[in-house]
């Protein structure tokens, strides 16, 4: 129960800064849509026409599974940064919560608003496109949920690089063409990426909004390797947190920026 209260505070707190500052969040709503417009209108003009449909498709559910796992990962990351910048990161070692659990509170407020620009983004870019995804919610969100548990793994690897270093935008930078990468990367073309995080959920999701596939379609297998993969990095991800967090108290980093 105080979980959720906690839950609950993070995410009015996340919907008050996303109000306060609503120009940032347009911007930055803006800013994936137009870089799906250069997309759509490269496969457009120089694609193969017989391939068009499949390809703007693909870059619709491929840009959303970017804006997804971009925004995520950089805000737990932000949040450590953003408290060593205000002089707060050490007051927030106080909470009888444990910070790990404020980070994943936070993480789930942030989720739960972006989750409201995630269906706008998909919206703008399936209107634009006239290219209408077999979304089936029924299927794509428990998939999609057991994905994020992933995402919560890297995320809490990144805190921990926070935690210790404070400034990491650099490491950011570079990131988010791996993670371009990861998104875009179909893992039929490179089977060996079912081991890295969160694409083996982005590929299921793919094919079910694309090829219309249906849970009959999946093996046991792919469901058993989705879940070991998200609760292997998740359990890293904490793990390794927690170590930073201990390194960061023994040499007293928390008071430092």
Excluded at 31 to 45: E, K, S
Excluded at 193 to 221: E, N, S
Aim: charge should be neutral; aromatic fraction near 16%; include cysteine.
């Amino acid at each position: 129960m105080q979980f959720l209260q906690l839950i609950k505070a993070n995410t009015r707190m996340e919907f008050i800064e996303m109000k306060r500052y609503l120009p940032n969040t347009i911007s930055m709503f803006l800013t994936f849509y137009f870089i799906f417009l250069g997309l759509f209108f490269g496969i457009d003009v120089i694609g193969d026409p017989q391939q068009a449909d499949t390809n703007i498709q693909y870059a619709i559910v491929n840009m959303v599974f970017w804006y997804l796992t971009m925004m995520t990962l950089a805000n737990i990351g932000f949040t450590i940064t953003q408290e060593a910048m205000r002089g707060t990161l050490e007051q927030l070692y106080m909470s009888p919560y444990g910070v790990w659990r404020i980070l994943l509170a936070r993480f789930t407020g942030y989720l739960l608003m972006n989750s409201i620009i995630i269906v706008l983004l998909l919206a703008a870019t399936m209107a634009t496109s006239g290219q209408w995804l077999n979304l089936s919610p029924h299927l794509t969100i428990p998939i999609l949920l057991l994905t994020i548990i992933g995402i919560i793994g890297v995320g809490f690897m990144i805190a921990g690089a926070c935690v210790i270093f404070k400034q990491v935008q650099s490491f950011m930078q570079i990131l988010q063409f791996i993670l371009l990468g990861l998104a875009f990367v179909p893992l039929a073309a490179a089977p060996y990426l079912v081991l890295a995080p969160f694409v083996k959920g982005f590929d299921m999701v793919r094919q079910i909004t694309i090829q219309g596939y249906t849970y009959a379609d999946f093996t046991a297998f792919d469901f058993y390797t989705l879940v070991a993969n998200s609760i292997f990095y998740v359990i890293i991800g904490v793990i390794f947190y927690l170590q930073c967090e201990k390194i960061a108290m023994q040499k007293g980093l928390l008071s430092n920026y």
